[in-house]
């Protein structure tokens, strides 16, 4: 029922800054839970940030204090605002919804340059 767009992604220097968008279909976006993963070539995939529908938020260890995810649901949009980027930060960045992360985008690519 549910289609998720990304967009956001490009070439970044490093300590550069980036914001994803990730637009959803349907009109329940609010009941989900929405999340942003990333995966690097040879790498697995992980779970940048998630948001609830309470708007809790939850971080790994590696973005704490850099990025930050928000959502609109007025827009059924979800954001990933990235500062400070790495090189190591660069890969393909994917929006999930749903709590059990039953719904993918096509994923949009992160690079940051040295």
């Known amino acids: 029922q549910v289609q998720l767009v990304e967009s956001g992604g490009g070439l970044v220097q490093a300590g550069g800054s980036l914001r994803l968008s990730c637009v959803a279909s349907?009109?329940?976006?609010?009941?989900?839970?929405m999340g942003w993963y990333r995966q690097a070539p040879g790498k697995q995939r992980e779970l940048v940030a998630s948001?609830?529908?309470?708007?809790?938020?939850n971080y790994a260890d590696s973005v704490k204090g850099r990025f930050t995810i928000s959502r609109d649901n007025a827009k059924s949009t979800v954001y990933l605002q990235m500062n400070s980027l790495k090189p190591e930060d660069t890969a393909v960045y994917y929006c999930?919804?749903?709590?059990?992360?039953?719904?993918w985008g096509q994923g949009t690519q992160v690079t940051v340059s040295a």
């Open positions: 948001i609830g529908t309470a708007y809790n938020t």
């Open positions: 349907g009109r329940a976006f609010s009941f989900f839970t």
């Open positions: 999930a919804g749903g709590a059990r992360a039953n719904y």
